[in-house]
């Protein structure tokens, strides 16, 4: 008589079949090409290039030389090396997707080597086989976005929300740039929409104060109120303050100023906030000194300068209020010319001589941040770099 299995070793054998199907489902899934190759990126993003170099490895003795070089090309970049990077990207010889993939990446390469115009290029060629393309119009979205250009930035950002409907930063940029144009009301929507897509994401915070900002500028002081609640900040409590005067509650405004100005007795929003407080109780007496603190920190902020101008009046000190009256026209006059200058950038994306003359003006204002960005996106515009690279013939 043949002696069965017992039902143990059935299960046991059963076990050990299912270990290896599953072996060798795993061996199957990390064998592949494209698994090698997103967790090699994967992992150069994150800075562990000796892994991501194990996986190119792994691609080219799998007979994905190309493959492998976009994988290099990538840990380049993350390294640093965008010139190396563009090295290996010339030598790849494929079509297509692959191609595709090459041009994206090389127009990354471009934008990091200050070569936006070749990258703009790239980016081009990719959405023309690709509309729908997300990360060329990402990347674009950049490049306008960095050169002054808003009205070419603002549809890439568009397209951008569209395709990615998780993505909360397109909205975020759309609503400063709505905010730079003084289009409050599409700035206050954009930032609504971005905290809608992820209410906790990594700018929640920076995005309600923006929100609220905007809310205060286009006559919605209660909606600003119930965007600052529980940020704690002296931006959050300069834009609270403004927005309980707005609302009619004048007496929590000011006791809300007087109490963070023990904490922040330096923030210039606060202190020529307060000083309108005393010039509207008929006290300018009280609020001279503060407004003149707040224009000592921004020499530019020419509301607080016009209240300390018309305290002046008040005071008996005509000399002084004129020469401040002054002040608050040159700087006026300044911003005017910026504006007007910032609609001719939006027209031509690679006008140097236009963001040159606007870096010029930020200066004068004491904008450094604002004239760097400028001297940046001129020096773009002269940048003669070899274009991105095509198929190897």
Same mark, same amino acid.
């Given at each position: 008589?043949?002696?069965?299995? %017992?039902?143990?070793?059935?299960?046991?054998?059963?076990?050990?079949?299912?270990?290896?199907?599953?072996?060798?489902?795993?061996?199957? #899934?990390?064998? $592949?090409?494209?698994?090698?190759?997103?967790?090699?990126?994967?992992?150069?993003?994150?800075? !562990?290039?000796?892994?991501?170099?194990?996986?190119?490895?792994?691609?080219?003795?799998?007979?994905?030389? !190309?493959?492998?070089?976009?994988?290099?090309?990538?840990?380049?970049?993350?390294?640093?090396?965008?010139?190396?990077?563009?090295?290996?990207?010339?030598?790849?010889?494929?079509?297509?997707?692959?191609?595709?993939?090459?041009?994206?990446?090389?127009?990354?390469?471009?934008?990091?080597?200050?070569?936006? #115009?070749?990258?703009?290029?790239?980016?081009?060629?990719?959405?023309?086989?690709?509309?729908?393309?997300?990360?060329?119009?990402?990347?674009?979205?950049?490049?306008?976005?960095?050169?002054?250009?808003?009205? %070419?930035?603002?549809?890439?950002?568009?397209?951008?929300?569209?395709?990615? $409907?998780?993505?909360?930063?397109?909205?975020?940029?759309?609503?400063?740039?709505?905010?730079?144009?003084?289009?409050?009301?599409?700035?206050?929507?954009?930032?609504?929409?971005?905290?809608?897509?992820?209410?906790?994401?990594?700018?929640?915070?920076?995005?309600?104060?923006?929100?609220?900002?905007?809310?205060?500028?286009?006559?919605?002081?209660?909606?600003?109120?119930?965007?600052?609640?529980?940020?704690?900040?002296?931006?959050?409590?300069?834009?609270?303050?403004?927005?309980?005067?707005?609302?009619?509650?004048?007496?929590?405004?000011?006791?809300?100023?007087?109490?963070?100005?023990?904490?922040?007795?330096?923030?210039?929003?606060?202190?020529?906030?307060?000083?309108?407080?005393? #010039? !509207?109780?008929?006290?300018?007496?009280?609020?001279?000194?503060?407004?003149?603190?707040?224009?000592?920190?921004? %020499?530019?902020?020419?509301?607080?300068?016009?209240?300390?101008?018309?305290?002046?009046?008040?005071?008996?000190?005509?000399?002084?209020?004129?020469?401040?009256?002054?002040?608050?026209?040159?700087?006026?006059?300044?911003?005017?010319?910026?504006?007007?200058? %910032?609609?001719?950038?939006?027209?031509?994306?690679?006008?140097?001589?236009?963001?040159?003359?606007?870096?010029?003006?930020?200066?004068?204002?004491?904008?450094?941040?604002?004239?760097?960005?400028?001297?940046?996106?001129?020096?773009?515009? #002269?940048?003669? $770099?070899?274009?991105?690279?095509?198929?190897?013939?």
């Amino acid at each position: 008589m043949v002696k069965r299995p %017992s039902l143990g070793a059935w299960v046991a054998l059963a076990f050990a079949a299912l270990i290896a199907l599953a072996a060798a489902g795993w061996w199957y #899934r990390t064998s $592949r090409p494209e698994y090698r190759f997103t967790h090699g990126c994967e992992a150069a993003g994150a800075g !562990d290039f000796a892994l991501a170099e194990r996986y190119a490895i792994e691609l080219e003795e799998s007979g994905q030389t !190309d493959l492998g070089l976009l994988l290099r090309a990538h840990i380049e970049y993350h390294q640093g090396a965008a010139e190396r990077a563009l090295g290996y990207l010339r030598q790849i010889k494929s079509y297509g997707d692959l191609q595709t993939r090459c041009d994206v990446l090389a127009a990354q390469c471009l934008i990091a080597l200050k070569n936006p #115009r070749e990258a703009e290029k790239a980016l081009l060629m990719v959405l023309n086989q690709n509309p729908d393309h997300v990360d060329a119009h990402r990347w674009l979205a950049i490049i306008y976005y960095d050169q002054g250009d808003f009205r %070419s930035a603002m549809p890439q950002l568009e397209q951008v929300a569209e395709l990615d $409907r998780a993505d909360e930063r397109p909205h975020f940029l759309i609503g400063l740039m709505n905010k730079d144009m003084d289009r409050q009301a599409e700035a206050a929507a954009a930032f609504q929409e971005s905290l809608r897509r992820k209410p906790d994401g990594p700018r929640s915070k920076e995005t309600r104060l923006e929100l609220a900002e905007a809310q205060i500028k286009s006559m919605r002081p209660a909606d600003a109120l119930e965007a600052l609640s529980g940020l704690n900040s002296d931006r959050a409590e300069a834009l609270r303050a403004e927005a309980l005067f707005a609302v009619g509650r004048i007496e929590e405004s000011v006791q809300l100023l007087d109490a963070v100005l023990k904490q922040y007795p330096d923030h210039p929003g606060l202190l020529r906030l307060r000083g309108e407080r005393y #010039r !509207d109780a008929g006290d300018n007496a009280a609020a001279a000194p503060l407004l003149e603190r707040a224009v000592a920190a921004d %020499s530019n902020d020419f509301r607080a300068r016009n209240q300390l101008a018309l305290c002046y009046e008040a005071l008996g000190r005509p000399a002084e209020a004129a020469e401040q009256h002054k002040k608050v026209k040159d700087t006026q006059a300044i911003m005017t010319k910026i504006n007007q200058l %910032s609609q001719d950038a939006m027209r031509d994306p690679w006008d140097a001589k236009v963001r040159e003359r606007l870096a010029e003006l930020c200066e004068r204002i004491n904008r450094p941040k604002l004239a760097a960005m400028w001297r940046s996106a001129a020096a773009a515009c #002269r940048t003669a $770099r070899p274009g991105p690279p095509g198929p190897a013939k």
